[in-house]
């Protein structure tokens, strides 16, 4: 609750000394942001057929006393085809370190009407910023923040239908949809639980099925609001719900699945020159005493964790390029709780600053460069520096 506290004084007094100038932003205004899927479907909606695009990330990293590791992180081709006037699809192909493939998105959209969209197939889970956000022009930094790796798992994304679409009298975005859950139990085929999917530093990230003969037993909610009624801010809320998945011939045994409950608050603002983000996760497992009993699991029963990030355009707002300074502070914890005999791993929970630069040299192309000191709450533990540089496209 403290760091909750923590961040939303922050945030709040970030908004409250920024908002006092009304005058429309010059720069990427929250209220018009849109990520791939929404750039592909409001682009091609005027005319029928195929539209294509896509995004990819070039990245140096090196850790203190390491070999600098430079990797093709990812490579992304989008398409979307426009069936009628209503009917459209999107899908979202994605090669990662050159050898692996995934699909990252497949979903239909019918519009039912200019504010109501059902849709059904492979989708992102709206939770926080990036998982929804994470083309490498949109946000600062050459790897995405940490908190959006082990607390929200991007990139996070099951099989399910729904509803998306906006409300306009009230400023409001809205998304509201049923998935397949984490899968988070293995098993022989004979009624024996043979092993666990997720717990440990990484939280719920080795339980993403990702649409890959996902198994389902139980039926998890997941929904957003965003609020756009104020210039350059964005203020997001967001919910998921349900049980993870667990093989047909355990589901019934004790420790095979556990309950989650996630709750999300993030806020982005632009005015002028000045951007400024942050986001608070909450996470609360039920059952995990069970599950770790019948896994060897280190599964917490809470994960939480928030960042606030502050930016400066350095050149002049007549200039199209620009060249953002930024400072990003996080602080995320996968065993914020624990339940039964298993004891916090202090390792877990984790603090890092990141200070860099992102020039972007023309829209669509950025170039990144930041420095990382990586800390955690281990008495007398060192601190982990990481140089990072990168490029990043998304068109």
């Given at each position: 609750?403290?760091?909750?506290?923590?961040?939303?004084?922050?945030?709040?007094?970030?908004?409250?000394?920024?908002?006092?100038?009304?005058?429309?932003?010059?720069?990427?205004?929250?209220?018009?942001?849109?990520?791939?899927?929404?750039?592909?479907?409001?682009?091609?909606?005027?005319?029928?057929?195929?539209?294509?695009?896509?995004?990819?990330?070039?990245?140096?990293?090196?850790?203190?006393?390491?070999?600098?590791?430079?990797?093709?992180?990812?490579?992304?081709?989008?398409?979307?085809?426009?069936?009628?006037?209503?009917?459209?699809?999107?899908?979202?192909?994605?090669?990662?370190?050159?050898?692996?493939?995934?699909?990252?998105?497949?979903?239909?959209?019918?519009?039912?009407?200019?504010?109501?969209?059902?849709?059904?197939?492979?989708?992102?889970?709206?939770?926080?910023?990036?998982?929804?956000?994470?083309?490498?022009?949109?946000?600062?930094?050459?790897?995405?923040?940490?908190?959006?790796?082990?607390?929200?798992?991007?990139?996070?994304?099951?099989?399910?239908?729904?509803?998306?679409?906006?409300?306009?009298?009230?400023?409001?975005?809205?998304?509201?949809?049923?998935?397949?859950?984490?899968?988070?139990?293995?098993?022989?085929?004979?009624?024996?639980?043979?092993g666990g999917k997720i717990g440990g530093s990484s939280g719920l990230r080795g339980?993403?099925?990702?649409?890959?003969?996902?198994?389902?037993?139980?039926?998890?909610?997941?929904?957003?609001?965003?609020?756009?009624?104020?210039?350059?801010?964005?203020?997001?809320?967001?919910?998921?719900?349900?049980?993870?998945?667990?093989?047909?011939?355990?589901?019934?045994?004790?420790?095979?699945?556990?309950?989650?409950?996630?709750?999300?608050?993030?806020?982005?603002?632009?005015?002028?020159?000045?951007?400024?983000?942050?986001?608070?996760?909450?996470?609360?497992?039920?059952?995990?005493?069970?599950?770790?009993?019948?896994?060897?699991?280190?599964?917490?029963?809470?994960?939480?964790?928030?960042?606030?990030?502050?930016?400066?355009?350095?050149?002049?707002?007549?200039?199209?390029?620009?060249?953002?300074?930024?400072?990003?502070?996080?602080?995320?914890?996968?065993?914020?709780?624990?339940?039964?005999?298993?004891?916090?791993?202090?390792?877990?929970?984790?603090?890092?600053?990141?200070?860099?630069?992102?020039?972007?040299?023309?829209?669509?192309?950025?170039?990144?460069?930041?420095?990382?000191?990586?800390?955690?709450?281990?008495?007398?533990?060192?601190?982990?520096?990481?140089?990072?540089?990168?490029?990043?496209?998304?068109?």
């Open positions: 609750m403290k760091r909750f506290l923590t961040f939303a004084i922050a945030v709040a007094s970030t908004i409250s000394l920024t908002a006092q100038n009304t005058q429309r932003d010059s720069i990427n205004n929250p209220n018009n942001q849109v990520n791939t899927a929404q750039r592909i479907l409001n682009g091609n909606i005027n005319t029928k057929g195929v539209t294509v695009g896509g995004y990819g990330e070039l990245t140096y990293n090196r850790k203190d006393q390491n070999n600098a590791e430079l990797d093709v992180q990812r490579l992304v081709l989008l398409f979307g085809y426009k069936f009628d006037d209503r009917t459209q699809f999107i899908t979202e192909i994605e090669f990662e370190h050159v050898k692996e493939v995934f699909v990252e998105q497949a979903f239909l959209q019918y519009s039912i009407s200019d504010n109501v969209n059902l849709r059904a197939g492979l989708m992102l889970v709206p939770m926080g910023i990036v998982n929804e956000y994470h083309e490498p022009t949109t946000f600062n930094g050459v790897e995405r923040p940490s908190i959006d790796g082990s607390i929200v798992p991007t990139t996070w994304r099951e099989i399910g239908f729904g509803l998306s679409g906006k409300y306009n009298e009230a400023s409001l975005r809205y998304q509201l949809y049923a998935f397949n859950g984490f899968v988070s139990s293995t098993s022989d085929g004979n009624g024996n639980i043979t339980g993403r099925q990702k649409g890959a003969k996902s198994t389902m037993n139980n039926l998890n909610f997941s929904g957003k609001l965003d609020y756009y009624g104020l210039p350059g801010l964005r203020l997001g809320l967001s919910g998921y719900f349900g049980r993870t998945q667990s093989p047909g011939d355990v589901e019934d045994i004790a420790g095979a699945d556990v309950g989650i409950s996630m709750i999300g608050l993030d806020a982005r603002y632009a005015y002028q020159r000045f951007t400024a983000r942050g986001q608070f996760i909450h996470g609360s497992l039920s059952d995990t005493e069970a599950y770790n009993n019948a896994t060897g699991s280190k599964l917490g029963s809470a994960l939480q964790g928030y960042y606030l990030e502050a930016a400066y355009n350095l050149l002049p707002q007549n200039k199209k390029q620009q060249l953002f300074g930024f400072v990003r502070y996080e602080d995320y914890d996968t065993h914020a709780s624990v339940d039964g005999s298993l004891t916090k791993d202090l390792s877990y929970d984790r603090q890092e600053w990141t200070l860099g630069l992102s020039y972007k040299i023309a829209p669509g192309a950025v170039v990144k460069g930041d420095y990382q000191f990586k800390n955690n709450a281990v008495v007398g533990g060192s601190t982990v520096n990481q140089l990072n540089f990168g490029v990043g496209v998304w068109f």
